[in-house]
C-alpha cells in the first residue's frame, strides 16, 4: 500500500482546521471518540455550522453529561483506508497536544504496526475492527493494558476471523446463486404460511434496542434516537462503559413476580437509560 501513491492531497485550509471542543468533552467523559470526527468533514461542520450539530444528554459517574451526539456523523465501522488514514493524522496530532507525548506515541506505534501491514487493503476489514476495540477498550478502561504478544496475538486471530467469515459469506452466495434443474415442492406437512404471517421473530438488544441481534454480539456506540450506549457486553456479562462495573443482567428481565433476589442494589439499574426504577425489558423503548 504505497501512501505517496494513494493519500489525498491536504491544502492548507485542511490543516487549519481546529479540533472541537467538543471533541475534547466526549473524551473528558470517558467515552470512545471515533475516527470519523477527525475527518475533514466532520471537523468542517464543527467548526463552520456549529448550530447544525445535535448534543446528547448522557448518565454518567452519577451525573447528567451533554455530549457530542456521534449518530449523527457516519459509522466508524464504515470507514475508506485513506479516510481512516486521515483521520488518524489529525487523531495523533489532537492526542499531542491534549494528552500527552507519551500517549501519541504509544497510539503512533498501534497506527504504524497496522499500516505496515503488506496486505493493508486486503485485511483492512480486520484492521479497522482491531483498531475500534483496542480504543474502545482504552476509553472505558484507562488501566487496560496489553503485552506485546496479547496485542498481536488479539490482532491475528481477528484477521483469521474475518478471513473465514468473508470465506463463508462467499461460499454461501455461490451455493444460493447455483443452478437446480428440479423444481422444488413445498412439504406437504408445513403450516398454511398465510395464516401464520409468516414472520419470525427477531431478537431486541437490550443495549442499543435495536432488532436483529443480541446483546452479547452488540458493536453499536449508539441508540436508535442517538443516545450513546450505556454498557457493554463483556464475556456474557454487563459493564458499565464509564467505569467497568458490574450490572446485574437478571435484574434487566425482572418483573414483579420475578425479582432478582441477589443482594446487590447498587447493580440494579437499567441497561439503557441507568435507571434504578426497571430494567431494560421493561424499558419504554424495549
Known amino acids: 500500500f504505497d501512501l505517496d501513491e494513494h493519500s489525498p492531497v491536504i491544502t492548507p485550509d485542511d490543516t487549519a482546521l481546529?479540533?472541537?471542543?467538543?471533541?475534547?468533552?466526549?473524551?473528558?467523559?470517558?467515552?470512545?471518540?471515533?475516527?470519523?470526527l477527525f475527518t475533514y468533514k466532520a471537523l468542517s461542520r464543527l467548526q463552520n455550522?456549529?448550530?447544525?450539530?445535535?448534543?446528547?444528554?448522557?448518565?454518567?459517574?452519577?451525573?447528567?453529561?451533554?455530549?457530542?451526539?456521534?449518530?449523527?456523523?457516519?459509522?466508524?465501522?464504515?470507514?475508506?483506508?485513506?479516510?481512516?488514514?486521515?483521520?488518524?493524522?489529525?487523531?495523533l496530532e489532537w492526542i499531542g497536544e491534549c494528552l500527552s507525548s507519551v500517549l501519541r506515541c504509544m497510539w503512533s506505534c498501534h497506527f504504524h504496526f497496522l499500516t505496515?501491514?503488506?496486505?493493508?487493503?486486503?485485511?483492512?476489514?480486520?484492521?479497522?475492527?482491531?483498531?475500534?476495540?483496542?480504543?474502545?477498550?482504552?476509553?472505558?478502561d484507562p488501566k487496560f493494558t496489553?503485552?506485546?504478544?496479547q496485542y498481536k496475538s488479539h490482532f491475528i486471530q481477528l484477521l483469521i476471523k474475518v478471513?473465514?467469515?468473508?470465506?463463508s459469506s462467499e461460499k454461501s452466495s455461490f451455493q444460493a446463486q447455483r443452478?437446480?434443474?428440479?423444481?422444488?415442492?413445498?412439504?406437504?406437512?408445513?403450516?398454511?404460511?398465510?395464516?401464520?404471517?409468516?414472520?419470525?421473530?427477531q431478537p431486541t438488544c437490550l443495549i442499543c434496542t435495536c432488532p436483529g441481534h443480541k446483546y452479547s454480539l452488540c458493536s453499536e456506540e449508539t441508540m436508535p434516537k442517538g443516545q450513546q450506549t450505556f454498557v457493554k457486553s463483556r464475556e456474557g456479562k454487563f459493564m458499565c462503559l464509564d467505569?467497568?462495573?458490574p450490572i446485574c443482567f437478571p435484574f434487566q428481565l425482572t418483573t414483579a413476580k420475578k425479582p432478582c433476589r441477589d443482594n446487590h442494589p447498587d447493580q440494579h439499574i437499567c441497561a439503557i437509560c441507568s435507571s434504578c426504577d426497571h430494567g431494560a425489558s421493561n424499558h419504554k423503548s424495549a
Open 49 to 91: 455550522k456549529p448550530h447544525s450539530v445535535k448534543i446528547t444528554k448522557l448518565h454518567h459517574k452519577g451525573q447528567n453529561v451533554y455530549v457530542l451526539d456521534i449518530s449523527q456523523f457516519p459509522k466508524e465501522s464504515d470507514m475508506h483506508p485513506l479516510d481512516w488514514y486521515s483521520a488518524w493524522e489529525r487523531y
Open 243 to 245: 467505569n467497568n462495573s
Open 18 to 36: 481546529p479540533i472541537s471542543n467538543l471533541i475534547d468533552d466526549l473524551a473528558d467523559a470517558g467515552y470512545h471518540v471515533p475516527l470519523t
Open 179 to 201: 443452478y437446480s434443474p428440479y423444481e422444488h415442492k413445498p412439504r406437504q406437512d408445513a403450516a398454511d404460511d398465510s395464516f401464520r404471517g409468516n414472520q419470525q421473530s
Open 163 to 167: 478471513s473465514n467469515s468473508s470465506f
Open 116 to 140: 505496515q501491514k503488506d496486505d493493508f487493503l486486503d485485511s483492512f476489514t480486520a484492521i479497522l475492527k482491531f483498531d475500534i476495540e483496542v480504543h474502545r477498550k482504552c476509553a472505558s
Open 146 to 149: 496489553l503485552t506485546i504478544d
